[in-house]
């Protein structure tokens, strides 16, 4: 039987002193689109950045495909929220996604003229050849997101997380991001993103990670995503339409 892409076991994450993640433990499979979706201060960036290996676990196991980070994290890409970035960097579209392949080069090596072809090719692939040589700060949020997309695939990243990729960009840009990740998840990828917008998470994904400082839920969207889930992960009565 093929291991879960994802495998989270009673994992726990404190940070400056508080518990922030208690028991989350999820299972995903291989080439789904996962939201993970929770109230603010629910833990949905730590859990993300612990996957990734940013922060350590006070206790718990998590496995890739049933290896540990260690052996798996050239295949992990994360995509932070845009906020975290540093925008005014010097740095051009091309050279950006050129970065993804710098954990397997190391960094005394320079990408070799197949590396830059592949870049070109990827930043066709996402619909931002044209911007190859524009410095990164000069494009809108969602073109900046298509070019972060760009590197994750350059590393040949099997796993995709992104951190609320879809705010402050506009509904159209969205739907083409949407449909990048759609066509990477029929490619076999393995996506998760943290989503706020409860009323397209059944168009957008297939699994979903109903998350509050624990697992509140984990599977498939539909039979997941249910109002009584929601009621327990936000803990009101009032649902949003889902």
Not at 36 to 61: E, H, M, S
Request: hydrophobic fraction near 45%.
């Amino acid at each position: 039987m093929t291991p879960f892409a994802l495998n989270a076991h009673n994992v726990y994450v404190a940070y400056n002193n508080s518990i922030i993640l208690s028991n989350v433990t999820v299972a995903i499979p291989q080439g789904t689109m996962t939201a993970i979706i929770g109230p603010n201060g629910a833990g949905k960036t730590t859990f993300i950045k612990t996957v990734v290996g940013l922060l350590q676990p006070l206790a718990g196991n998590i496995t890739c495909f049933g290896l540990p980070f260690s052996e798996y994290q050239h295949h992990i890409a994360y995509i932070p929220q845009r906020m975290t970035v540093d925008w005014d960097f010097p740095i051009h579209v091309k050279d950006v996604v050129l970065m993804g392949c710098y954990k397997k080069l190391g960094l005394m090596r320079r990408p070799t003229q197949a590396h830059i072809m592949r870049a070109f090719e990827i930043l066709e692939q996402v619909g931002m050849l044209a911007y190859a040589h524009i410095p990164i700060a000069q494009l809108s949020g969602g073109q900046q997101q298509r070019v972060f997309l760009a590197r994750a695939l350059m590393q040949e990243a099997s796993l995709i997380f992104l951190d609320e990729p879809f705010i402050g960009i506009d509904m159209a840009t969205e739907r083409k991001i949407v449909a990048i990740l759609h066509e990477l998840r029929s490619q076999g990828k393995t996506i998760f993103v943290v989503h706020h917008d409860l009323t397209s998470a059944r168009e957008y994904f297939d699994w979903v990670l109903l998350l509050n400082t624990t697992t509140i839920a984990c599977g498939p969207i539909a039979t997941t995503f249910t109002p009584e889930y929601i009621t327990h992960t936000y803990g009101h009565s009032e649902l949003p339409h889902v």
